[in-house]
């Protein structure tokens, strides 16, 4: 019977929680990074069915963007590169605005440092954005994302 | 309780939660929201079921301290919104009308900003868009005393007894704003008339 409570529990909390996380993250692949190498890494994902997200470049200054910050480490960022967003058209404003919906992935290259330690590590970053549906919006948000990083030589 | 009871009022609990999380991923339409045909129910919550609504204080743009009290024998619609909530700027033309075709029967609006930046973000627009009524500042408190307020727009319309006649989150058709702020005017908190009329506003409701 505890088992079963926790299961529905579990069940119950997971759907909450889907409901107030409207962009969700993909897998990302271990990144191996060659000391003293540029390494590309892709980062998946997927807005809720329904809702957009603020592109980078949104059609309005008030508008919050889609942000991606990386913590300092062994591997420093030093461009990330967003898709080509959409021009979406909704009934609350008569402008178009520039979102991203559905799976997009902004990419970042980073630059691995000749000194970091050889073997695994992990590194961070922060995904923040604002998501609206035709009817609403929903507070600022940030999404943590974490890379597992090999550095070979 | 048997388990089986338990057990039933947990998976009830999980789908209708379920349910909840289905019904508001809704895809968009399109359009101009304030012709929408998609008029939702314009009815006022029953005058015996109505809370009050938490008692505030709050800064507005002049630093003067607005409290809910202040507009007791007034219908009130209270306004969550932020400057970057487009859903929001929408509806804040309509306010700005209501509050000057009312404003002299006993109705006043009050925009609520969750805006984290505070009247730094808020005054730039306020004046850009020559917004008339009065705008305040929420703090974490107030917004928690009304449920959160974790999507915007959020609306609520206050009867003048000080008590939630109805809620909107989302936007919502101009109509339906207009016709719950006249009915609150015209009558007594917009309950509905013993007499004649009765019969033709249940029809207006179960109509729209």
């Known amino acids: ?153 | 309780m048997s388990n089986t009871l338990i057990f039933r009022a947990l998976l009830a609990t999980a789908i209708a939660v379920g349910l909840t999380a289905c019904s508001s991923s809704a895809p968009s339409s399109k359009g101009s929201v304030e012709n929408s045909p998609q008029l939702e129910n314009a009815s006022l919550k029953p005058v015996a079921i109505r809370r009050a609504a938490p008692s505030f204080e709050l800064k507005d743009a002049n630093g003067d301290t607005a409290q809910l009290a202040d507009y007791k024998g007034k219908v009130v619609l209270l306004n969550f919104w932020a400057t970057w909530c487009s859903p929001c700027k929408a509806e804040m033309p309509w306010f700005e009308e209501f509050d000057k075709k009312f404003k002299d029967r006993g109705f006043a609006v009050l925009g609520v900003s969750v805006d984290e930046e505070g009247w730094n973000a808020v005054k730039p627009y306020v004046k850009e868009k020559n917004f008339h009524y009065r705008m305040l500042l929420s703090t974490e408190a107030v917004s928690t005393l009304y449920g959160g307020v974790d999507s915007l727009p959020t609306t609520f319309i206050i009867d003048k007894d000080g008590k939630i006649a109805a809620v909107h989150t989302g936007l919502v058709a101009k109509a339906v704003y207009q016709k719950q702020i006249e009915d609150l005017l015209e009558t007594k908190n917009g309950a509905l008339p013993a007499g004649d009329g009765a019969a033709e506003q249940l029809a207006y409701f179960r109509s729209n």
């Open chain 1, 1 to 153: 019977m505890v088992r079963c409570l926790l299961a529905m529990g579990l069940l119950s909390s997971s759907l909450t929680f889907g409901q107030t996380n409207v962009l969700t993250l993909g897998k990302i692949p271990t990144v191996k990074a060659k000391l003293g190498s540029t390494v590309t890494v892709k980062v998946p994902l997927q807005v809720r069915l329904g809702y957009h997200v603020n592109s980078n470049t949104p059609s309005d200054k008030y508008l919050v963007p889609l942000k991606v910050t990386w913590e300092k480490g062994m591997l420093a960022s030093t461009d990330v590169i967003f898709p080509k967003p959409s021009l979406e058209t909704y009934k609350f404003q008569a402008t178009p605005l520039s979102v991203f919906s559905g799976t997009f992935e902004i990419t970042t290259k980073f630059k691995v440092a000749p000194t970091a330690p050889v073997g695994p590590m992990a590194m961070s970053g922060t995904v923040s954005y604002q998501a609206c549906n035709d009817r609403e919006c929903l507070q600022p948000a940030k999404l943590p994302v974490t890379l597992q990083v090999d550095i070979v030589r």
